[in-house]
Antibody, heavy 121, light 108 residues
Framework: QVQLVESGGGLVKPGGSLRLSCAAS????????MSWFRQAPGKGLEWISYISSSDLSYSNYADSVKGRFTISRDSTQKSLYLQMNSLRHEDTAVYYCATVSADGAFYFDNWGQGTLVTVSS | EIVMTQSPATLSVSPGERATLSCRAS??????LAWYQQAPGQAPRLLIYRASARATGIPSRFSGSGSGTEFTLTISSLQSEDFAVYYC??????????FGGGTKVEIK
């Protein structure tokens, strides 16, 4: 079955960087669009980025992270990444990766368990 | 940018009772709406897509309806595992992907 496992979270100082990973299994990773979300403590879900399937080459970002975060993927490793630079207190959240639906409609049918990022001095 | 508004913020329901959750879009999204369930400490889980289609493995007590700007998620007879937060999400116009603020279904 589909499995997504995030890693790379932790404590980082404001202005620092962190790279999150999402290991995928149980499906043809290269065929699927993928996305990152986050959820600040006690808050709702926030979409932050998506990346197209491996044969295409585009991505998009929420305004809140544009210019600071970079999404990428490696089909040989079956992994999705989120490079986070210039981190701020307000980036503190649980970060989730998810698959975009197989029919291409932009809802999300499989989610990882999340990884916690804490930005604090 | 489409804004999604959910109501009520909290819904108190007794086990076995019916729960009705609402989601409103600031402009029409057709039937391009999904619902997710998030249990405490867990990742979100897709319940409904295309406004009324149940995702794989979702029990029939969950049903979705609506189109345009008004949508409803109904849980016909609440089970203990259904007490959670529910989010709606539109995917008619993106990016950005827009979620509602959530409805917490709690035990009465």
């Amino acid at each position: 079955q589909v499995q997504l496992v995030e890693s790379g979270g932790g404590l980082v100082k404001p202005g620092g960087s962190l790279r999150l990973s999402c290991a995928a299994s149980g499906f043809t990773f290269s065929d699927f669009y993928m996305s990152w979300f986050r959820q600040a403590p006690g808050k709702g879900l926030e979409w932050i980025s998506y990346i197209s399937s491996s044969d295409l080459s585009y991505s998009n970002y929420a305004d809140s992270v544009k210019g600071r975060f970079t999404i990428s993927r490696d089909s040989t490793q079956k992994s999705l990444y989120l490079q986070m630079n210039s981190l701020r207190h307000e980036d503190t959240a649980v970060y989730y990766c998810a698959t975009v639906s197989a029919d291409g409609a932009f809802y999300f049918d499989n989610w990882g368990q999340g990884t916690l990022v804490t930005v604090s001095s | 940018e489409i804004v999604m508004t959910q109501s009520p913020a909290t819904l108190s329901v007794s086990p076995g009772e019916r729960a009705t959750l609402s989601c409103r879009a600031s402009q029409s999204v057709g039937v391009n709406l999904a619902w997710y369930q998030q249990a405490p400490g867990q990742a979100p889980r897709l319940l409904i897509y295309r406004a009324s289609a149940r995702a794989t493995g979702i029990p029939s007590r969950f049903s979705g309806s609506g189109s345009g700007t008004e949508f409803t998620l109904t849980i016909s007879s609440l089970q203990s595992e259904d007490f959670a937060v529910y989010y709606c999400q539109q995917y008619n116009n993106w990016p950005p992907v827009a979620f509602g603020g959530g409805t917490k279904v709690e035990i009465k």
